[in-house]
């Protein structure tokens, strides 16, 4: 067997660094080819080799070529890998490669390796891709103080216990290299193992490789019995797939415990188009930053859990959790729930716009400080890649709805290059969200492009509404919704505000790609009587009546509808009700939706129905903007100099949506034409 060196490995691993690497190859091939001079030249570079080659990314390619003579992949016949004094009979259909020479029978003689190659590499070539589900392997009750262990890898089926709250299959090559990161809430569980990230290789001859972690579960009045642990799974820094088990902490003797909803879950079925949380599009577009936010085992419920994770070299992974707890207006310590109450509170309760930009101000602050320490630098490194041209992305996987971290206040100012004074991240990035939730939606595919085509427009022409409670007109979103029928047309159909025919939209008739609902709308602490607004006809009388989640969660859109959701309060929900995600975002989501657009608290009619016109012409026009960059814009525009200028649509509304979907997510790819919308 040849005896390979670190320089022999830095020649032969550059071919594969686009698809080792991503997006970081062409710095990594800059530094192995200024080393590989050096190292020409006479100097010793195998300590610095060692480290480059060493790295997460390309640990595994090294390993395996030092072990075996060979790359990991074959990549099929007439050429020979080549280094100095030796000659391989290692096969390669990649033509480009340093150090390979056609095979001839004038080649010099030369050390060659005597292992022969798999059959594969002469009969047929490896599957181009295999699909692989998470395997986290961990028991259901553990006693406090004894270590345990839990395996997390890949297996050929899904989990057949149903414990494993998994986002479905993984696409994934027949080589690849993987990181598995275990997600944990620090206060509740210590790590044993030296880091909580081991890398896989994946190869036909081990198809489903694993590591194992050990734990040691703390005990303590303060922490739930009841908890969760997670694997990430990453390649090339970028999240590919996610799954959770749920295990109880107690001593023998100890009662029964019942674990809560949110950490148990049906079994999976094995059908990757049935269920499971699609993150391919995620993995292969640009998104500069995801960040994971998930809850503590903390009683009180005011602590969260963070990791992030970026694409970029110079963006420092926060793969181990770190965990933070919530600043509150009144005290730290405050749940998710009180902040996002706070917010609708005084947005609803303030006329004064100065007052209301100010305390918000000071809210982000608190969300900022939110952030774990590692987390504000890996957030604030993100905003400082993005340009005027191309602001940076980041994608919030989060298991709470209610903080509006995209309103987090760095009081140091944001390290942005994007020429607004709006201090509020959402307006130096574009941000979008989705959920983790106990179940995951049907057939969820957050993908980067639509090609919206049939729309569907819920007017608010409110008639004679009498009832508990009375709801006005909105003139403003009854012209909204004439204007946009107007530029968008055709294949757009008008929808009355009445609870039969919204069901029937639900259910595909009429058929639509868009959903758009200009209405009332109201978040209901309770879980009782929040929703959209819609109408009921009874005899002569009319009364108002609430689309609420339960309606939309019984539904399957079949269109998988972009959902524009112009009415107050709606993209949070209630948890205290069944333990999940709540809302009627979440809700059209599970339900099948590829993106959802909903503000947090009480809009203005005026602005947000010129807000929805702008937005479709910006999406549908010659840029073609990303739904979270359009948000962006809107965001920028809510400065202290607007506010204090008194310039009429400088108002909350500016700041309140929220964009659940992919952060790229373009509605009209496919529209040539720049559609004329007025603001009126």
Not at 61 to 86: D, K, N, Q
Not at 660 to 680: D, I, K, N, Q, W
Request: glycine content about 10%; overall charge negative.
């Amino acid at each position: 067997m040849i005896e390979l060196t670190l320089t022999d490995t830095a020649r032969a691993i550059r071919p594969f660094l686009p698809e080792l690497a991503g997006p970081a190859a062409a710095d990594l091939d800059r530094r192995l080819a200024a080393l590989l001079a050096a190292a020409d030249a006479g100097d010793d570079v195998e300590g610095q080799l060692a480290a480059v080659l060493g790295g997460v990314q390309l640990a595994g390619w090294t390993t395996y070529f030092l072990e075996h003579g060979r790359p990991p992949r074959s990549w099929g016949a007439g050429r020979r890998i080549v280094v100095p004094g030796h000659v391989t009979a290692v096969e390669t259909h990649n033509p480009i490669i340093v150090g390979v020479e056609p095979a001839s029978a004038g080649e010099p003689s030369g050390y060659e390796i005597d292992e022969p190659a798999p059959a594969y590499e002469a009969e047929e070539a490896p599957p181009a891709s295999v699909l692989a589900y998470p395997r986290l392997d961990a028991p259901g009750d553990v006693p406090p103080g004894v270590v345990f262990t839990v395996t997390a890898g890949l297996r050929a089926d899904a989990d057949p216990d149903g414990a494993l709250m998994s986002m479905g299959p993984m696409d994934l090559p027949a080589y690849v290299e993987l990181q598995v990161a275990l997600q944990f809430d620090p206060i509740a569980f210590v790590l044993v193992n030296p880091s909580s990230t081991e890398t896989l290789w994946r190869t036909p001859d081990d198809p489903w490789p694993s590591a194992e972690f050990r734990f040691v579960a703390l005990a303590g009045q303060g922490l739930l019995a009841a908890r969760s642990i997670g694997v990430k799974y990453l390649r090339n820094g970028q999240v590919v797939g996610f799954a959770s088990r749920a295990l109880v902490v107690r001593s023998p003797g100890d009662a029964t415990v019942s674990v809560p909803a949110k950490v148990v879950t049906a079994a999976r079925t094995p059908d990757p188009a049935a269920e499971g949380l699609d993150l391919r599009e995620f993995a292969d577009d640009e998104v500069d930053l995801l960040l994971l936010i998930q809850r503590s085992a903390d009683v009180a419920g005011a602590r969260l859990v963070f990791t992030a994770h970026s694409r970029h070299p110079d963006i420092e992974d926060q793969a181990k959790p770190v965990t933070e707890v919530l600043k509150g207006e009144t005290k730290s310590g405050a749940t998710p729930q009180q902040i996002g109450q706070e917010a609708r509170l005084k947005v609803a309760t303030t006329g004064d716009a100065e007052d209301v930009f100010a305390w918000l101000t000071g809210l982000g602050v608190r969300i900022f400080r939110s952030f774990p320490a590692e987390i504000r630098a890996a957030v604030r490194a993100a905003v400082a890649r993005g340009t005027a041209a191309a602001p940076a992305r980041i994608l919030l996987f989060s298991e709470e709805p209610y903080v509006p971290w995209e309103l987090a206040v760095d009081p140091e100012g944001w390290p942005s290059a994007l020429g607004t004074t709006a201090p509020f991240l959402g307006a130096h990035a574009a941000i979008s969200r989705w959920f983790l939730g106990e179940i995951p939606p049907p057939k969820p595919r957050p993908v980067p492009a639509m090609d919206v085509r049939e729309k569907a427009l819920v007017t608010a022409h409110y008639d004679g509404v009498v009832g508990v409670m009375k709801w006005g007109a909105l003139p403003e979103a009854e012209a909204e919704v004439e204007n946009l029928a107007a530029v968008l047309a055709p294949d757009v159909a008008i929808v009355p505000p009445d609870l039969h025919e919204v069901l029937r939209l639900l259910d595909g008739t009429p058929p639509a790609d868009l959903m758009h609902f200009a209405l009332h709308g109201n978040f209901d602490p309770l879980g009782i009587q929040g929703g959209l607004i819609l109408l009921r006809t009874n005899g002569s009388q009319t009364t108002a009546q609430n689309l609420q989640e339960n309606h939309v969660l019984g539904k399957k859109l079949g269109q998988e509808p972009f959902v524009y959701l112009n009415a107050c309060q709606v993209a949070t929900g209630n948890t205290a009700t069944f333990g999940g995600y709540g809302g009627l975002a979440a809700a059209f989501l599970t339900a099948g939706a590829k993106g959802v657009l909903a503000p947090l608290w009480n809009i203005q009619d005026g602005t947000a129905s010129a807000l929805a016109s702008e937005f479709y012409q910006l999406a549908a026009g010659d840029e073609r903007l990303p739904a979270a960059e359009i948000l962006r814009r809107f965001r920028a525009r809510y400065t202290p100099e607007a506010v204090r200028g008194g310039e009429p649509d400088a108002n909350p509304t500016l700041i309140a949506f929220q964009l659940f979907g992919h952060p790229g997510l373009r509605l009209f790819p496919e529209v040539a034409r720049t559609p004329e919308l007025s603001r009126g």
